[in-house]
C-alpha cells in the first residue's frame, strides 16, 4: 500500500477527526466503482484513448499541484494547527476534496481501473463479481483502518511542529505527484 495523494488526504482528516467516516465511505465507494469498472473493461478503453489520458494527467496535476502549494503554505504559517483546532473542512468541501484526490489523480486509475481491472479481467467471468468484492472490501478495510487508525498518531499530532512536518511532507510530495505527471503527459503520444 503506497501513500499517496487520496491516502494523506484520508490520514490528514483522521487526525482532525472531520468527517472520517463519510470520508472512508466515499474513498473505498469510488475505489469498489473504479475497481468493477477496470474489471469490466474500461480500463482497456482508457489505455486506447491516450488523449483522455493526457487530459486527467493534466488537470490531476494542476489540482495535485494547487494542494501541494495549500499545504506548504500551511507549513509556513505562525498559526500551527491543533487535532482539536476549529475552522476544519465542512462536509461538502471534504466530500469535494476526496473527489479531487480520487478522480483528478490518474494514479487511482492505474492502480484500481488498468492494475486491479487488469488482474480481475484474467479470472474466469464467474469468480470476477467476488474479485471485485474481494478488492472493495481491501480498500474499505485500508480506508477505515487509516482515517480510524489516525487517532492513535493524535498525541503526537497534539504538537505544533508535528503538524508543519506532515504539511511538509503532503506538500512535497503532492508538488512531486504533479511534476511526475506533467512530465508523463508531455511524454505521452497524443
Not at 42 to 63: C, D, E, H, N, W
Not at 73 to 102: C, E, H, K, N, W
Not at 118 to 129: E, F, M, T, V
Not at 151 to 159: D, G
Amino acid at each position: 500500500m503506497a501513500i499517496g495523494a487520496q491516502n494523506l488526504f484520508v490520514l490528514r482528516q483522521g487526525l482532525r477527526r472531520e468527517h472520517v467516516g463519510l470520508i472512508v465511505l466515499f474513498c473505498g465507494s469510488a475505489d469498489a466503482v473504479l475497481i468493477g469498472a477496470g474489471v469490466g473493461g474500461v480500463g482497456a478503453f482508457l489505455a486506447a484513448v491516450p488523449q483522455l489520458t493526457k487530459f486527467l494527467a493534466i488537470g490531476g496535476a494542476a489540482f495535485l499541484g494547487w494542494y501541494g502549494v495549500k499545504a506548504l503554505q500551511r507549513m509556513a504559517s505562525p498559526d500551527a494547527m491543533s487535532v482539536v483546532a476549529g475552522g476544519g473542512l465542512t462536509l461538502g468541501r471534504a466530500i469535494a476534496a476526496a473527489a479531487g484526490f480520487t478522480f483528478l489523480n490518474p494514479h487511482v486509475y492505474l492502480d484500481t481501473v488498468l492494475l486491479m481491472g487488469a488482474a480481475g479481467s484474467a479470472q474466469p467471468a464467474a469468480l470476477r463479481p467476488i474479485f471485485v468484492a474481494g478488492a472493495a472490501t481491501a480498500s474499505f478495510t485500508w480506508f477505515a483502518a487509516l482515517g480510524y487508525g489516525a487517532r492513535i498518531l493524535v498525541p503526537l499530532f497534539a504538537r505544533p511542529m508535528a503538524w508543519r512536518v506532515l504539511d511538509a511532507v503532503v506538500g512535497v510530495t503532492m508538488l512531486s505527484l504533479a511534476g511526475s505527471l506533467v512530465f508523463r503527459a508531455i511524454l505521452l503520444p497524443a
